[in-house]
């Protein structure tokens, strides 16, 4: 006589199959959502830019401390003081004054005067724009880890339309955006094309 039990029946191997691919697929980290956006949004070469991130960032202050005068460095500190904090969830859309700050290359540091920026938001989301000044961007975020936002954008000059990202290769921008303190930001841009090792974009909401 056959052992009923010796032979599972079709639908217990199909179970098992459906629970053992479950198990496998819990196992595998997911890939996150927004990472997968930039991948797919991004040029190569900005993704190269956002791989050199840190050491930008890092050689530029060097450079800046190395040659700036007393009174920028000052500045410089402030601009750098605070953050990141967390910012996922937090409404970013509104007035804002800001100023940029470059560090290394041409000179070892310059700070511009203040000028206007605006954040509000269109059918891809939230979108940053430098509304005065005789150079100016425009751009959008991409969610990143909880405590910055990953900007891609273009830079214009003033008599100018607003450029689209991928547009022109050397007007592309493409860097982090974190939150200082209650009011204050920083759009932190590795490599510019020209001029600077590293820029900052610092920004008040008014």
């Known amino acids: 006589m056959t052992n009923p039990q010796a032979k599972a029946h079709p639908a217990n191997h199909r179970a098992r199959a459906s629970l053992a691919a479950l198990l496998l697929l819990a196992a595998i980290p997911a890939a996150h959502a927004d990472g997968t956006l930039a991948e ?45 904090k967390p910012i996922l969830g937090v409404d970013i859309r509104g007035n804002y004054r800001c ?25 891809i989301g939230y979108r940053l724009v430098k509304t005065s000044g005789s150079q100016r961007l425009s751009g959008h975020f991409i969610d990143d880890s909880e405590k910055r936002l990953l900007f891609y954008g273009a ?22 955006f974190v939150k200082a303190d209650a009011k204050r930001y920083r759009l932190e841009l590795p490599l510019p094309k020209v001029e600077s090792t590293f820029d900052i974009i610092e920004m008040e909401r008014r």
């Open 40 to 84: 797919r949004t991004l040029t190569s070469a900005d993704k190269a830019r956002l791989a050199s991130f840190d050491k930008a960032r890092s050689d530029a202050v060097a450079e800046a401390r190395a040659g700036g005068s007393k009174q920028d460095l000052a500045t410089l500190d402030d601009v750098l003081a605070g953050g990141p």
């Open 99 to 123: 100023r940029t700050i470059k560090l290394g290359g041409n000179l070892p540091l310059t700070i511009y005067g203040w000028f206007k920026c605006r954040i509000d938001e269109d059918d």
């Open 155 to 176: 830079g214009h000059y003033a008599d100018e339309k607003p450029r689209a990202y991928k547009s022109d290769p050397d007007r592309d921008m493409v860097g982090y």
